[in-house]
Nanobody, 116 residues
Framework: VQLQASGGGAVQAGGSLRLSCDASSLLFSPNFMGWYRQAPGKERELVASVTRGDIMNYAEFAKGRFTISVDVKNKMHLQMNSLKPEDTAVYYC????????????WGRGTQVTVSS
């Protein structure tokens, strides 16, 4: 399984970015797809996720600013608006492996840098 993440970049505070994760190579229907991020010196944290039935979940810091979506070809997106310097991190997409409990497939990270 290969996940291709893209869309990161450098923006000023208040700007927007749209991240994309191509999971079209999946041969299974995922129960969980999500975006995580890791800032320097911090642990990786969940940003937003979609579970089977299109149930979306957002971290508190993402509510009202970020929107996760998945299209029919398993391409996942994260629209990020009103970005803040504290959103600076490497963002990763992940898909839960339905055949191995606790195992996730991860895409390469994409850097998001927000300047003040």
């Amino acid at each position: 399984v290969q996940l291709q993440a893209s869309g990161g970049g450098a923006v000023q505070a208040g700007g927007s970015l749209r991240l994309s994760c191509d999971a079209s190579s999946l041969l299974f229907s995922p129960n969980f797809m999500g975006w995580y991020r890791q800032a320097p010196g911090k642990e990786r944290e969940l940003v937003a996720s979609v579970t089977r039935g299109d149930i979306m979940n957002y971290a508190e810091f993402a509510k009202g600013r970020f929107t996760i979506s998945v299209d029919v070809k398993n391409k996942m997106h994260l629209q990020m608006n009103s970005l803040k310097p504290e959103d600076t991190a490497v963002y990763y997409c992940a898909v839960q492996d339905p055949f191995e409990k606790g195992h996730y497939y991860w895409g390469r990270g994409t850097q998001v840098t927000v300047s003040s």
